[in-house]
């Protein structure tokens, strides 16, 4: 069974500067995909970035990137210019096929954006 | 398009009752998931449909737990009997799904129904 990581469960980070989120899981499958979620406080789950294993290229969101290393499985969220509205919980999660398409989420990070 | 739909918003039911959660999801997505977020944890994954049927039910955690699913349009995720270690916030997801074994991309979340047993 998949498993996901997230180690830090709260972080915070001034107005304008920028945080990097972590994110390690732990399969033996070689396709798959992993996500980042944002939970504010409504609780509305917002799809951030997701990255498909078989590419090497790390994916861009705006200020939202990734780090994906497939070989320490690892996959960290680098948020750029925070903001006020970037404060949430972040989820991170990992999808695959033979997973029967359910997501294996970690328990979130805590962020908090401060002016 | 409209987003994916939960109905009720906030729940707060007597021990021992039974619930029903709807869920609406996005036009066309044939892909329909439960999830259960407990207070400060992640999402833990109770059922997957396809269509109308269930090929992963692994996750519920009882068999007071139960979801149906019409066609591809709504769900209902009940819960018999209910007991206090079931509050927690139900959330439910689309997504669209090729037919085949094609992985179902990324899932769009209803904003919850928030449960609370007394």
């Known amino acids: 069974a998949q498993t996901v990581t997230q180690s830090q469960p709260e972080m915070s980070v001034q107005e304008a500067e920028t945080v990097t989120l972590s994110c390690t899981y732990d399969?033996?499958?070689?396709?798959?995909?992993l996500f980042w979620y944002k939970q504010p406080p409504s609780r509305q789950m917002i799809l951030v970035i997701r990255?498909?294993?078989?590419?090497?290229q790390n994916a861009t969101e705006n200020r939202f990137s990734v780090n994906f290393q497939k070989a320490a499985k690892s996959f960290s969220l680098k948020i750029s210019d925070s903001q006020l509205g970037d404060t949430a919980m972040y989820f991170c999660?990992?999808?695959?096929?033979?997973?029967?398409?359910?997501?294996?989420f970690g328990e979130g990070t805590q962020l908090t954006v401060n002016p | 398009g409209a987003g994916v739909s939960q109905s009720p918003s906030n729940k707060v039911t007597e021990k021992g009752k039974d619930v029903e959660l709807r869920c609406d999801p996005i036009?066309?997505?044939?892909?329909l998931y439960w999830y259960r977020q407990r207070l400060g944890q992640g999402l833990e994954f109770l059922i997957y449909f396809q269509g109308n049927s269930a090929p992963d039910k692994s996750g519920l955690p009882s068999d007071r737990f139960s979801a149906e699913r019409t066609g591809e349009s709504v769900s209902t995720l009940t819960i018999q009997r209910t007991q206090q270690e079931d509050s927690a916030v139900y959330l439910c997801?689309?997504?669209?799904?090729?037919?085949?074994?094609?992985?179902?991309?990324?899932?769009?979340f209803g904003p919850g129904t928030r449960l609370t047993v007394t």
């Open positions: 036009s066309g997505h044939t892909a």
């Open positions: 999660a990992f999808g695959s096929a033979t997973s029967g398409s359910r997501l294996t």
């Open positions: 997801a689309s997504s669209h799904r090729t037919s085949g074994s094609r992985f179902s991309y990324e899932q769009y």
């Open positions: 399969t033996s499958e070689n396709n798959y995909y």
């Open positions: 990255q498909e294993a078989y590419k090497q």
